[in-house]
Nanobody, 122 residues
Framework: QVQLVESGGGLVQAGGSLRLSCAAS????????VGWFRQAPGKEREFVAA????????YYLDSVKGRFTISRDNAKNTVYLQMNSLKPEDTAVYYC???????????????WGQGTQVTVTS
């Protein structure tokens, strides 16, 4: 079983950048696809980005395309979400999750981290 810990969240002004990390332990991380999701107060959880086990396939929410980049370093058991040109509407708790294959569907992921808060001020 894999355990996931997100980090890198924080408070940033609109237009700024943050890099989130999802560190994994407990299993062979390189076997898994990883997805990033977010949930804002009063809203449903929303897919943000996903990456296949090899890094060869990536998916993005339309509203983050060109601003966010997902990547992974299997040697470090870590997946990253580089977030540039942040907007107030990006404010949410961001979660990473692992699954058998990259998908935009939350039910495709088995293990979830505890989340990291991202707050973007205008």
């Amino acid at each position: 079983q894999v355990q996931l810990v997100e980090s890198g969240g924080g408070l940033v002004q609109a237009g700024g950048s943050l890099r989130l990390s999802c560190a994994a332990s407990g299993d062979t991380f390189s076997r898994y696809a990883v997805g990033w999701f977010r949930q804002a107060p009063g809203k449903e959880r929303e897919f943000v980005a996903a990456i296949s086990w090899s890094g060869g396939t990536k998916y993005y929410l339309d509203s983050v395309k060109g601003r966010f980049t997902i990547s992974r370093d299997n040697a470090k058991n870590t997946v990253y979400l580089q977030m540039n040109s942040l907007k107030p509407e990006d404010t949410a708790v961001y979660y990473c999750a692992t699954g058998a294959r990259a998908t935009t569907r939350g039910y495709g992921y088995d293990h979830w981290g505890q989340g990291t808060q991202v707050t973007v001020t205008s």
